[in-house]
Structures are given as C-alpha cells and as structure tokens.
C-alpha cells in the first residue's frame, strides 16, 4: 500500500474517535438530567407517603358484670365462645329478688289501700265539720237567748254558764277539726279528688317495686354487642358474685379499629379521611383498605402516669407520639383481626410539594 493510500484512510477514523467522545458527553449529561429529573420528581412527591410500624388492633372490650349481689346459678358459655347482642351469658339465684318482688307489691298494694283510706277520711272530716258547724250554730242561739233571761231571772246564772262553756267548746271543737282537714287536704297534695295512682306514697311504693323488678331482670346477664367472650373459667356456679365485680371478658368482634402512633414530625399533612393501606404481621402479604378516623388532640405522654417535666435545667427535647384511629373497612372473607396484632400502615395524605417551597413564599 502507497504513503498516499494511507494517508486518504485516517480522516474517518479520526471521526470516529471525535464522535464517540461527542456520545460519551451526551450520555454523561443526560444521566445527569435523568438523575436530577428523577430526583425532582421523588422530592415533589417526598411527604405524600407516611409509614408507620407502631400500631395495633384494637377492639372494644368489656368486663361483664351486673350492679347486683348474688350466687351465680349458671353460667352458660364457654371459653372463646362467640356470642350475639342479648344472649344469655350467666344467671345469679333469683329466689332472694322474688321474695323481694312479692314484699314490694304486697308494699304497694298496703299503700294503695291507705291513699283510698287518707281520701275518705277527709271527707269524714268535712262531715264532721258541717255537723259541729251546726251544732255551734245552735248553741250560739242558746247561748244568747239565756243571755237575755239571765238579765231577767228566767234562768240561773249557772244555766247561762253552762251555756256559755257549751259555745266555747263547740268553737274550739270546730277548730281543731278543720285544722285536722287541712293536715289530711296536705296528705293528699292539695287535691281531694287526686287519683291514688298520683299520691306521693303510693308513687314511692311504686317505685320501689320497680327496683326490685329491675333487680330481678339483672339476675340473667346478656351480652351487650357481638363478641367473643374469654377468662370465662373465672366464674364459676355457686360462687358468690359481688355488684360491679367483673366476672369476666369479652372482645368485640364488630367494634375493631387500629390504633397507630406516629412521630409528630410524620403528622404535618397526615388529616382524617385519608386513605390508608394496612398489612398485619399475622397474615403476609395480605392487605387492607381503611382510613383516618381521628388524630388525638394530645401526645401519648400527656394521659401517662408520670407525665415528662421539662422545668428542669437538664432538658433534652423528645420527639412526640400522637394516637391514630384508623378505621379499617373489612370484606367478606378477610381473615379475623384480634386485639392486640401488629399492624403496619401506610398513609397517603395527597400532598404534592410546590417549587416555591424551595424559593420561599
């Protein structure tokens, strides 16, 4: 080959070389650019998400127990037993609360009696008074007919006196009769004619045949809600149940939410109703659908026992927690939440972050 031929042949290579560190440039720049595009795009939706580890199922929960003494007679479900609103869960002897029963309505019956009684003796009391009132009458007209003849000697003076203490006595007679009506017209409120049914004894007696009857109707214990009873082998037939003492628990298994606590610096867009997507520890790979139901209005140290004091000189700043109540919307055939399981929840709180969050406002 000639020095001319050779020379003809470098200038392409030459090209190559120059165009392959052009190429080289222009990918080195838009790696760059897809990088800070990327990066743009990752901080504009940095925010949106929120993660949170610590929390927990929830579920209402009750000690059963009723506000009445008594031997339990049976106790009728068994340990995680599932039960419906209004099923029987024990019942405490009722003979005590039956005797008490019949001793308040032969109470009320005794009461009613004497209403009746009190309403016909005022008006024997009325009676009386027209009697004596007319009696008086008489013996004033007696009284002042001796007055004359005494003046004349019709009649001796020891007539005239007795006549004379006659009228007195008849006065003060008439007197304490109509204070005795007045004491009776008391009794019965004011009101003469006022139905037995509405005297203040017998209401009393009344009411307190209701007590009893309420109190025998709290000898059989039904469940307030769905639930899943447990700690059932605490009670036991024969044993004597005080009022108000728990006598054992139940779960509900309609009333559950998650109950989540987040750091404060997680909260600053989190609001209630958003979307939330939950998995439990229990079941992999299994997810939930459920939402923001409330965000307390304190952290969890505010309600603590011993509340953090930050007078002292030695403060050091502690990041927060605040209480989460997620609402979870459960689907037929999901797997059953219990009390108590770990959950992990994410949030989407919509919120997009704004270019001039960076320039400032």
Same mark, same amino acid.
């Given at each position: ?40 795009? +990752? ?6 998400? &929120?993660?949170?580890?610590?929390? +927990? ?19 009728? &479900? ?43 003796? +005022? ?22 007919? +001796? ?46 004619? /006022?139905?037995?049914?509405? /005297? ?77 997507? /939950? ?61 108590? /399981?770990?959950?992990? &929840? ?16």
């Amino acid at each position: 080959m000639s020095q001319s031929a050779t020379t003809a042949a470098m200038p392409p290579r030459t090209l190559t070389v120059a165009g392959r560190k052009m190429l080289r440039g222009i990918l080195m720049l838009g790696g760059i650019a897809i990088v800070l595009v990327a990066s743009f795009a +990752y901080w504009l939706h940095g925010g949106r998400y &929120v993660s949170i580890d610590n929390a +927990y199922v929830r579920a209402a929960k009750l000690a059963v127990a009723t506000d009445i003494s008594g031997i339990v007679a049976e106790v009728t &479900v068994k340990e995680g037993q599932r039960v419906k609103k209004g099923d029987v869960l024990f019942r405490l002897e009722r003979r005590h609360f039956d005797i008490a029963v019949a001793g308040a309505r032969a109470n009320l019956a005794q009461t009613v009696l004497m209403g009746d009684a009190a309403k016909r003796d +005022y008006q024997r009391m009325l009676r009386d008074s027209d009697a004596r009132q007319a009696q008086l009458q008489a013996d004033q007209a007696s009284f002042e007919r +001796y007055a004359n003849l005494v003046k004349g000697g019709g009649v001796t003076r020891a007539d005239y006196d007795d006549a004379r203490f006659k009228l007195a006595a008849n006065k003060s007679m008439l007197e304490s009769l109509g204070e005795q009506a007045m004491v009776q017209l008391a009794k019965l409120g004011g009101n003469p004619t /006022m139905p037995v049914e509405q /005297m203040p004894m017998v209401m009393q007696a009344q009411a307190q045949l209701d007590e009893t009857l309420r109190q025998l109707d709290h000898t059989v214990v039904r469940a307030p809600f769905d639930a899943i009873v447990t700690q059932v082998d605490a009670l036991q037939p024969g044993q004597y149940l005080a009022a108000s003492t728990a006598a054992f628990g139940m779960i509900s298994t309609e009333r559950l939410w998650v109950e989540a606590s987040p750091k404060e610096t997680d909260l600053t867009h989190v609001k209630p109703g958003d979307p939330v997507e /939950m998995t439990v520890d229990t079941y992999p790979g299994r997810t939930w659908k459920a939402k923001i139901e409330s965000i307390a209005p304190n952290s969890g140290a505010e309600f603590s026992v011993l509340p953090a004091q930050n007078a002292s000189g030695n403060w050091v700043k502690v990041v927060q927690r605040i209480p989460l109540r997620i609402a979870v919307e459960r689907q037929p055939g999901d797997p059953e939440l219990r009390a108590g /399981m770990s959950v992990v &929840v994410d949030i989407d709180t919509g919120h997009i972050r704004k270019l001039h969050d960076i320039l400032g406002n």
